[in-house]
C-alpha cells in the first residue's frame, strides 16, 4: 500500500523552528523527487521546496529561501523540512508529493503521490 505520511507540524511562536518529515512507504522512494508544498486557509496550494531523487539538487520559492532546508534520507525513505525564522504567514497545511522519475530518461513518468498533510500554524 503506497503512503506517505507527513508529521511535525503543530503551533509555534514568530522566529520559532519546526521540522516536518515526510515518511514513504510502498512504493520505490529513491525513484522519486520529493517536494513540499503548502496551502493557506483560501489560499490555493503552492510549491515550497523540492529535492531530486539522490538528493543533489534542491529548489526553494523565493518567499522561503534562506529560513527552509528540503533534505532526504532515502536509506530511511524519510524526507524533511527544516523551517527557521517562522512567520505567521507560513501558517498553512504542508504537503509533501512524490513525483517518480523515469531511471532511463530522468523525466517526470507520471506517476505521484500526495500525502496528507501537516498543520502548521505560526503565531504568539
Known amino acids: 500500500q503506497v503512503q506517505l505520511v507527513e508529521s511535525g507540524g503543530g503551533l509555534v511562536q514568530p522566529g520559532g523552528s519546526l521540522k516536518l518529515s515526510c515518511a514513504a512507504s510502498g512504493f520505490t522512494f529513491s525513484e522519486y523527487l520529493v517536494e513540499w508544498y503548502r496551502q493557506a486557509p483560501g489560499k490555493e496550494r503552492e510549491l515550497v521546496a523540492g529535492i531530486t531523487t539522490r538528493g543533489e539538487s534542491t529548489s526553494y520559492a523565493d518567499f522561503v529561501k534562506g529560513r527552509f532546508t528540503i533534505s532526504r534520507d532515502n536509506a530511511r525513505r524519510i524526507a524533511y523540512l527544516q523551517m527557521n525564522s517562522l512567520e505567521p504567514e507560513d501558517t498553512a497545511v504542508y504537503f509533501c508529493?512524490?513525483?517518480?522519475?523515469?531511471?532511463?530518461?530522468?523525466?517526470?513518468?507520471?506517476?505521484?503521490?500526495w500525502g496528507q498533510g501537516t498543520q502548521v500554524t505560526v503565531a504568539s
Open positions: 508529493r512524490a513525483n517518480k522519475i523515469n531511471v532511463a530518461s530522468s523525466k517526470p513518468a507520471g506517476i505521484k503521490y
